[in-house]
């Protein structure tokens, strides 16, 4: 049963980052139209009232609801909108392919914060994250130094990334409702997000002259990207440890690579494909080298939702 468990944690989070490759390329597309935070804020508004409507309207659902996922949900999830906020925030001052190296990481970071934990990384999951980090360096390929503020900025949205899958796993490891404790994640980032949208130099809350294609992304970073997607964050970080969650994670270029290489026929150098195929193979180690041990813990929202 454990062994079934890690593969369906994997194969869901496969599945949330290729629809965050998907959304890399819609993004493009609805930021012509709507603001960076405008856009974070409405994207986490669908996926509250998603949340809230799908589970949240039953009495039961806040059974037993106590102060350890609240203090979670609100940890995490401010952590999260920082992450968001600065990523956007430094892309104004390098190239994105910068960005996303940078970006990338946390990937190098989840280890570090792990040994501080006091709790070592094996030989074979700090070999996978060596190989993930070549991987993304094929894949951003950054020409530029960028100027230090961007970079800065950049870097902490990294750190704050990989605080926040160590902090998740730590709380997904408790008895806390996993549906509940993602819920109020998505209302905490969008509470911060339409604060920063509302102030006089923000872009507002509601985009009046955004495209259809604008609305159609919201949706679906709302639903698919966010939504669904952090609530399998928090249900796979009680199977998975968060150093393989960020190796798996570093899929998220090639899922877009591909993607626009499908959808939008962008042709890649062959460096980008190299980067790609180095980073599968760091996932394919990492799945190899994490033993299977965790046992997770019983949800009761699992079997009452």
């Given at each position: 049963?454990?062994?079934?468990?890690?593969?369906?944690?994997?194969?869901?989070?496969?599945?949330?980052?290729?629809?965050?490759?998907?959304?890399?390329?819609?993004n493009?597309?609805?930021?012509h139209?709507?603001?960076?935070?405008?856009?974070?804020?409405?994207r986490?508004?669908?996926?509250?009232?998603?949340l809230?409507?799908?589970?949240?309207?039953r009495?039961?659902?806040w059974?037993?609801?106590?102060?350890?996922?609240?203090?979670?949900?609100?940890?995490?999830?401010?952590?999260l909108?920082?992450?968001?906020?600065?990523?956007?925030?430094?892309?104004?001052?390098?190239?994105?392919?910068?960005?996303?190296?940078?970006?990338?990481?946390?990937?190098?970071?989840?280890?570090?914060?792990?040994?501080?934990?006091?709790?070592?990384p094996?030989?074979?999951?700090?070999a996978?994250?060596?190989?993930a980090?070549?991987?993304?360096?094929?894949?951003?390929?950054p020409?530029?130094?960028g100027?230090l503020?961007?970079?800065?900025?950049?870097?902490?949205?990294?750190?704050?990334?990989?605080?926040?899958l160590?902090?998740?796993?730590?709380?997904?490891?408790t008895?806390?409702?996993i549906?509940r404790f993602?819920?109020?994640?998505?209302?905490?980032?969008?509470?911060?997000?339409?604060?920063?949208?509302l102030?006089?130099d923000?872009?507002?809350l509601?985009?009046?002259h955004?495209?259809n294609?604008?609305?159609?992304?919201?949706?679906?970073n709302?639903?698919?990207?966010?939504?669904?997607?952090?609530?399998?964050?928090?249900?796979?970080?009680?199977w998975?440890?968060?150093?393989?969650v960020?190796?798996?994670?570093?899929?998220e270029?090639v899922?877009?690579?591909?993607?626009?290489?499908?959808?939008l026929?962008?042709?890649?150098?062959?460096r980008?494909?190299?980067?790609?195929?180095?980073?599968?193979?760091?996932?394919?180690?990492?799945?190899?080298?994490?033993?299977?041990?965790?046992?997770?813990?019983?949800?009761?929202q699992?079997?009452?939702?």
């Amino acid at each position: 049963m454990i062994e079934y468990r890690h593969r369906s944690a994997r194969i869901a989070l496969l599945g949330v980052t290729a629809i965050w490759g998907v959304t890399f390329s819609l993004n493009q597309v609805a930021l012509h139209s709507i603001g960076a935070v405008t856009l974070t804020f409405l994207r986490f508004l669908v996926a509250s009232v998603f949340l809230l409507v799908v589970f949240g309207l039953r009495r039961s659902f806040w059974r037993n609801f106590g102060r350890v996922e609240l203090t979670g949900g609100l940890m995490t999830g401010a952590l999260l909108f920082g992450a968001y906020l600065t990523q956007t925030e430094g892309q104004r001052y390098i190239s994105a392919s910068l960005a996303g190296f940078l970006t990338g990481l946390s990937v190098v970071l989840v280890p570090i914060f792990f040994l501080t934990l006091g709790r070592r990384p094996t030989n074979l999951q700090l070999a996978a994250t060596i190989i993930a980090l070549i991987g993304l360096y094929l894949l951003a390929g950054p020409q530029d130094h960028g100027r230090l503020l961007g970079v800065a900025l950049v870097v902490a949205c990294a750190l704050l990334f990989a605080l926040q899958l160590v902090v998740v796993e730590h709380y997904s490891n408790t008895m806390v409702a996993i549906i509940r404790f993602t819920l109020i994640q998505m209302a905490t980032v969008t509470v911060l997000a339409g604060a920063v949208a509302l102030r006089p130099d923000g872009s507002g809350l509601i985009p009046l002259h955004a495209s259809n294609e604008a609305w159609a992304t919201v949706l679906i970073n709302g639903i698919g990207a966010s939504a669904l997607g952090f609530l399998a964050q928090t249900w796979s970080l009680r199977w998975l440890s968060s150093i393989e969650v960020s190796v798996i994670y570093t899929l998220e270029p090639v899922f877009a690579a591909v993607i626009a290489f499908l959808a939008l026929h962008q042709s890649e150098s062959i460096r980008i494909w190299i980067g790609g195929m180095v980073v599968v193979a760091s996932m394919v180690l990492i799945s190899i080298a994490t033993p299977n041990e965790k046992p997770g813990l019983w949800d009761p929202q699992e079997s009452s939702t």
